[in-house]
Nanobody, 126 residues
Framework: VQLVESGGGLVQAGGSLRLSCAAS????????MAWFRQAPGKEREFVAA????????ALADSVKGRFTISKDNAKNTVPLQMDSLKPEDTAVYYCAADQSASVFVPDTSPLAFDTWGQGTQVTVSS
């Protein structure tokens, strides 16, 4: 599986950005997809996840009501719509695929995900 993110950039606080993750290769092996983010000096943080079918999704408390994750089944892409952005949303955003469905790690742990994209920078100015 290969993952490619797009859509990052610079935006003012209160603005919106839409990220997208395109999955290719053995996509039939994917159970779910997720977005994580990592700010300088901080650990990688769970943002949102969605099942490969698109039927169920989860969001971190810090982004609920502002971010929306979805799945385009025709294009095998996972958009992340980010509204009401705040300076604390500034980070490199990574797309990830879970191909193992492990029960030994928490669902929101980076360790639960097998394949990662290269990341895209999101900067929110105050």
């Amino acid at each position: 599986v290969q993952l490619v993110e797009s859509g990052g950039g610079l935006v003012q606080a209160g603005g919106s950005l839409r990220l997208s993750c395109a999955a290719s290769g053995r996509t039939f092996s994917i159970y779910r997809m997720a977005w994580f983010r990592q700010a300088p000096g901080k650990e990688r943080e769970f943002v949102a996840a969605i099942s490969w079918s698109g039927s169920s999704a989860a969001l971190a408390d810090s982004v609920k009501g502002r971010f929306t994750i979805s799945k385009d089944n025709a294009k095998n892409t996972v958009p992340l719509q980010m509204d009401s952005l705040k300076p604390e949303d500034t980070a490199v955003y990574y797309c990830a695929a879970d191909q193992s469905a492990s029960v030994f790690v928490p669902d929101t742990s980076p360790l639960a995900f097998d394949t990662w994209g290269q990341g895209t920078q999101v900067t929110v100015s105050s």
